[in-house]
Every structure is written in structure tokens, then in C-alpha cells.
Nanobody
Framework: QVQLVESGGGLVQTGGSLRLSCAAS????????IGWYRQAPGKQRELVAS???????IYADSVKGRFTISRDNAKNTVYLQMNSLKPEDTAVYYC???????WGQGTQVTVSS
């Protein structure tokens, strides 16, 4: 059974930083593509960043240059480093493994102006 557990969200001021973690069990992240999504109130869930099993990363235009997705294969964990946060980054952030259609429970990120 695939389980994904996100953590690291919280309240931060504009310009601040947070690092989100997604701890995986039931799969080996080194051989899977993994994505970070977010959903703000009243909006559709959107892809923020993804990392392929081969190490290629892509980012939404809105976060390029500010967010970085990375992996620690030894810990079976994927991270999302978020810098220069803006109020429009406020959302619930989820990690996803598309091959298994697996989602975590989400972690709230709130950026105050």
C-alpha cells in the first residue's frame, strides 16, 4: 500500500521560506516520478513541481526560480524548498505519485502580507 505523508507547512510572512517534506512508504521514490500540487480556496488543484525518476524537474511558471524540488532516496522522501514566498502561494500542498494515483493528506501553507 502506497502512503505519502506531507509535513512542513505553516504560517510565514511574505518573503519567507518553508521546506515541505513528503515521506513515502510502499514504494521506492528513486524509480518513480513525484509531483507537488497545491490547491487554494475556490481554485483547482495545480501542479507546482515534479521530478521524474530520471532526475528531470519541471516547475510551474509562477514558482520558477523560487521553488526547488529534490529527493533523498535514502530517506525515501521528496522535498519542496520554497523561497521568496508570496501571499498567492497560500494553499494546501499535496504530493502525488501519478503511477499509483497516490496522494498525501496535504499540508497547509499560509503566507501573510
Amino acid at each position: 500500500q502506497v502512503q505519502l505523508v506531507e509535513s512542513g507547512g505553516g504560517l510565514v510572512q511574505t518573503g519567507g521560506s518553508l521546506r515541505l517534506s513528503c515521506a513515502a512508504s510502499g514504494i521506492t521514490i528513486s524509480t518513480n516520478s513525484i509531483g507537488w500540487y497545491r490547491q487554494a480556496p475556490g481554485k483547482q488543484r495545480e501542479l507546482v513541481a515534479s521530478s521524474s525518476g530520471g532526475g528531470r524537474s519541471i516547475y510551474a511558471d509562477s514558482v520558477k526560480g523560487r521553488f526547488t524540488i529534490s529527493r533523498d532516496n535514502a530517506k525515501n522522501t521528496v522535498y519542496l524548498q520554497m523561497n521568496s514566498l508570496k501571499p498567492e502561494d497560500t494553499a494546501v500542498y499535496y504530493c502525488n505519485v501519478p503511477y499509483y494515483d497516490a496522494w498525501g493528506q496535504g499540508t497547509q501553507v499560509t503566507v501573510s502580507s
